[in-house]
């Protein structure tokens, strides 16, 4: 199949989170499996042109009240010789620091136009390119508006054999603006209604996605079924539930050539389930780096995280009633965390690391430490208000690592709850986010530490063993891209 993915960032170009990593590594995926697959995304400032070539000629994109032109940059995606990814190069829109705003503007005030420029662009590259895609995979709300062009304006010509899928990685974010900046779209306005883009009198840029994709997926089968919900539809639950028919969870994958215990050159010793005993020499290396008393016989639980409310970090760190005090002051346990994000709960980690001396952190982000924390500690909680997919998690399971999670999205698909009757099982599963909840599941994991290591053992090994690799998402991304041809050639 001919796919193009449109999206506002990939790895190793723009990254924000894990939309960038997901992108990239399925696109790989595909082109690796012989499908003929391109990626266009904004180049940034950060984006050098000297490392990418110009395609010849300027590209008109009917973005905004005029056209705008723009230039065109493409290299090949490092490490896949089969992968274009393409740049579409507008100084107005892009030339700037940050994504999708910075520190000082959280959020562009002209993003609906600097969007409207990627999307309208990924069509006029098609033509540019004289390549029609049989699929146009577009990205969270960034890329909603590919969508709404193909069904609405694109499918009387060249397109009209192509179909769009949408994937939501993330449902909390749907960019949603005023209505007065609807011209920023290039869209005639009986399509402000007619498009599904009017939402409580504003912009809702997803809303209108949804409403035109051939095809929408989620990043998990649980959180396909959860944003059908009013808990965690925000808002748009009820439109998701009248597109029921076309919403498919997928699993993400993640990238088990980066994240793999047996060759992680960023850990002090490797391992494998065969060799867990090894898993110890990164434990005590993590204790040292982390400040804490190096003890084997110590259950380390990991944090890695943006600490932010999605997290549940108020349960663990809220400075009235948080967890975190009461866990490493009443159990024989250890903390290592890193993350940042809310400057409140920044804040409340120093405080706690002042009062906790089995309690240690890295505030930041440092890739290294990362790896060492997966690979020595013996838990990892992630206590998520919602989790549409989640990564850690299954980097936890592939290190020995056992997850402390809340039963939510991702979490739920990936996590198999402990059974103390016969040791099944590769984590510890908790329903109810509250302190209380946190407090009692780190708890029944430290009791099976101390009691039950035949069984902490198997579990471990169950989770070395599972295949979290990408192939099996791309594969049922192609069954999606089929069924959305053939509903998409049913409207004619």
Known sequence: MKILMISAEAVPFAKTGGLADAVSALAITLANMGHDVKIVIPRYYRVDRKY??????????????????????????????KLSVYFIDHEKSFGRDGIYGTKAEPDFHDNTYRFAVLCHGAFQLCRKLGWYPDIMHAHDWSASL???????KCRHDAFKKTASVLTIHNLGYQGQYSKYAFSDLGLSWELYYGSGLEHNGGLNLLQAGISSADMITTVSPTYAREIQTPEFGFGMDGLLRVRR??????????????????????????????????KAVCKAELQKRMGLPVRADVPLIGIVSRLVDQKGIAEIFGPAYGSMYNMCSKMDLQFAILGNGEKWCEEEIKVLEGKLPNMRSFIGFDEQLSHMIEAGCDFFLMPSKYEPCGLNQMYSLLYGTLPIVRSTGGLTDTVENYNESTGEGTGFVFNQLTPESVFNTVGWAVHAYYNNKAHIKQMQKKGMGLAFGWDVAASGYLKIYKEAVIRSTKLF
């Open 52 to 81: 990418l070539t110009q395609l010849e000629g300027p590209m008109a994109v009917a973005a905004g009240m005029t056209e705008s032109w723009t230039a065109v940059y493409t290299t090949k995606m490092p490490g896949c010789d």
């Open 146 to 152: 590919v969508p709404v062009l193909l069904k609405h």
């Open 245 to 278: 028919d076309v919403v498919r969870g997928i699993l993400n994958g993640v990238d088990t050539v980066t994240w793999n215990p047996a060759t992680d050159k960023l850990l002090p010793c490797n391992y494998t389930a065969d060799s867990l005993e090894k």
